[in-house]
């Protein structure tokens, strides 16, 4: 009797450690409801605590994570009106990291503002989920999301290697068609989550991929051994996206780019050599016009 229960204790603790092995997202999760009048929190608290759960225990990829390749990421919902008992508006950003070879530094993937976030929270009620139709739009915004930190982080290892997680999102657009939420539908905006996916799936966006690839493996992950290599690496990337600018200036997807790269970008740069920093900032101003007076720092120096 005692063999078989400490062989039952072995299986629970080896199924235990395969369990958190297998997630793929460490996600911090905030609810913000300042913004609503109202003694009673308790209602934010169950969601937070629901939302918690369905980002970091939910298997979204058929891969084996141990627990320190895990992506860092962070969710944060504003919710801004509280339009009936369980229905409610606000905005959510998102922000994923990824580790830079052999160094202590995280570069951030994305940073990301969705002002679409309308839904629907029941306290008590399991939040469901299904990869073919659209139950929730709570929850199929944020599996939607979690695939494009998915695919944006695989990306960044391998030359497109993101692509099946953007066509898991895509799938996920298609299927919210119907949804009377917004944030979902081509017609409602050029920078919705339809074009999140739709766009870098296109070709006229394939540069900006190739481009997101290099910068980390050929830029970032050479710093450690040699950081002039590493920087010449990414100024290299960040000129392959002059040809997404020349096919659409202003795009979304390079807005989102720029959302989470353009401060990393001045700080590598500002220790650039004089050709390298006149260069770059020549590009950027031309590419990424929004932050102008923070790439004039690049030339100025700190």
Request: proline share 2%.
């Amino acid at each position: 009797m005692l063999k078989n229960v400490k062989i039952l204790l072995c299986f629970v603790v080896v199924l235990s450690a395969t369990t958190l092995r297998a997630q793929e997202l460490n996600c911090n999760v905030q609810i913000n409801s300042s913004q609503i009048q109202g003694s009673d929190k308790s209602v934010f608290d169950a969601m937070q605590k629901s939302i918690f759960e369905f980002i970091n225990n939910k298997k979204w990829t058929n891969n084996v994570y141990k627990n320190s390749e895990r992506i860092e990421c962070s969710i944060l919902i504003n919710i801004t009106e509280q339009v009936s008992t369980n229905q409610f508006k606000g905005t959510i950003q998102l922000q994923s990291t990824r580790p830079v070879f052999n160094t202590s530094y995280n570069s951030t993937i994305l940073n990301h503002l969705d002002k679409d976030m309308e839904f629907k929270f029941n306290e008590f009620d399991p939040l469901e989920y299904s990869e073919n139709t659209h139950l929730s739009n709570l929850t199929s915004v944020l599996a939607f999301y979690a695939n494009i930190i998915l695919a944006l982080d695989y990306d960044s290892y391998s030359l497109k290697g993101g692509t099946k997680y953007l066509q898991q999102a895509q799938t996920i657009v298609s299927n919210a068609q119907s949804a009377q939420e917004s944030g979902w539908k081509a017609f409602e905006g050029e920078r919705n989550r339809y074009w999140f996916a739709e766009n870098l799936l296109h070709q006229n966006y394939s540069p900006l991929r190739e481009a997101t690839y290099k910068y980390h493996r050929l830029g970032f992950d050479l710093m450690s051994k040699d950081v002039a290599t590493g920087r010449a690496g990414v100024l290299t990337s960040l000129k392959m996206l002059d040809k997404v600018y020349e096919r659409k200036p202003g795009s979304f997807q390079l807005q989102i780019f720029f959302n989470a790269k353009s401060n990393e970008i001045v700080e590598l740069f500002i220790e650039g050599e004089t050709s390298e920093k006149a260069e770059v900032t020549n590009l950027l101003n031309k590419i990424d016009p929004t932050n102008l007076s923070k790439y004039s720092k690049i030339t100025k120096g700190k």
